[in-house]
């Protein structure tokens, strides 16, 4: 869970749970995702898995387009005192000097959302012992991950929150149903994601024949996750539905619904989106402000549990 909720605490936590914890390392900078990485090796032995965005191809986007999306933006700057929307020149971080660290580290397990491992990164995590995954949301996606050579596909169902893991945006399976197409069709182990709230849900992911269960919304609440106050309060509050957005980043994701999701039309692609949002989502953590954030959620956040993260991999173990 990258941007912020999920932390080493969180990853190492889980981990000594006897899960397998992850670090969602996107929005880090090479030095800071080492850093990170190292501080989940402090807190334990266990397995650690790293995940980042897969490397696109940075769009070229219009000055009308900038001019369009920044004044959307623009009252929301106002309102919270802020100068006005600007997009920066760098807008994100460079996939290949964050492989560097990853390969430096050598966790245990290294996933991507939105696409393929380039075959050379492949290469140079296999070498190094590092087990692979991709993430799809649809049966097309996995038997593309499959042929790339990965060693385990993430299948993601529409509930899920945060982004669309896959490259097939608008594809919103239902997470047995998926899991139950993927595995007939390619022999690789399959990890199920979207809306397991209940042991329950893992358990029926599992007898439709995953592997493993991979649970972000479930931990939102623990008290190791990295949540901003607003964001727990809107969680914990329960009364706002989810939707799927690209008002924040410019690529499709699930979170709950805001001011900002209602007045946002005409989002720069990704990462462009995400560049120009920061600066108001930065102030609205600091000044309380749930409207402008992003607060990404599953469908089944109200059964997300304020509690410690050992208690909730407990919970959801079949
Ligand atoms: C706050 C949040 C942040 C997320 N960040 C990432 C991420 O950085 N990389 C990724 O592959 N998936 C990310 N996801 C999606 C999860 O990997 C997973 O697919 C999803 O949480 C499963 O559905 P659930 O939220 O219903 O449990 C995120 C999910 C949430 C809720």
Redesign the pocket.
């Known amino acids: 869970?990258?941007?912020g909720?999920?932390t080493p605490a969180l990853a190492a936590a889980v981990t000594r749970a006897g899960g397998l914890g992850?670090l969602?390392g996107?929005y880090l900078t090479p030095h800071a995702l080492r850093d990170a990485i190292r501080e989940v090796r402090a807190l334990t032995n266990g397995p650690l898995l790293v995940?980042l965005?897969a490397p696109q191809p940075i769009p070229t986007v219009t000055r009308e387009a900038v001019a369009l999306a920044t004044a959307e933006l623009a009252p929301f700057h106002a309102a919270l005192n802020l100068s006005p929307p600007t997009l920066p020149e760098r807008v994100q971080e460079d996939f290949t000097a964050q492989l560097d660290a990853v390969l430096e580290e050598r966790p245990e397990v290294f996933?991507?959302?939105f696409g393929l491992i380039p075959p050379d990164a492949l290469a140079a995590l296999r070498a190094r012992g590092v087990l692979t995954v991709g993430?799809a949301t649809s049966l097309a996606e996995a038997l593309a991950l499959h042929d790339s050579g990965v060693d385990a596909i993430?299948v993601?169902?529409g509930?899920?929150?945060?982004?669309r893991?896959g490259w097939q945006e608008d594809a919103l399976a239902e997470t047995v149903t998926l899991v139950q197409e993927v595995t007939r069709a390619t022999p690789l182990p399959v990890i199920a994601?979207?809306?397991?709230?209940t042991a329950g849900d893992v358990r029926a992911a599992l007898a439709a024949g995953a592997t493993l269960a991979?649970?972000?919304?479930?931990f939102?609440l623990a008290h190791e996750a990295g949540i901003s106050p607003p964001y727990r309060q809107a969680v914990q509050e329960g009364t706002r539905d989810t939707v799927l957005t690209r008002a924040y980043s410019g690529r499709a994701a699930?979170g709950l619904r805001t001011t900002l999701t209602d007045a946002v039309t005409h989002p720069l692609p990704f990462s462009h989106q995400n560049a120009l949002t920061r600066p108001l989502r930065t102030a609205g953590a600091q000044t309380g402000q749930a409207d402008v954030l992003s607060l990404?959620?599953?469908?089944?956040y109200r059964q997300a549990q304020a509690t410690g993260a050992a208690q909730i991999v407990a919970d959801l173990t079949p």
Do not use: E, K, P, Y
């Open positions: 869970m990258a941007g909720v999920g992850s969602g996107a995940n965005f996933s991507v959302a993430t993430t993601q169902g509930a899920a929150g945060g982004h893991g994601a979207g809306g397991l709230m991979q649970c972000g919304t479930a939102l699930r990404w959620a599953g469908t089944g």
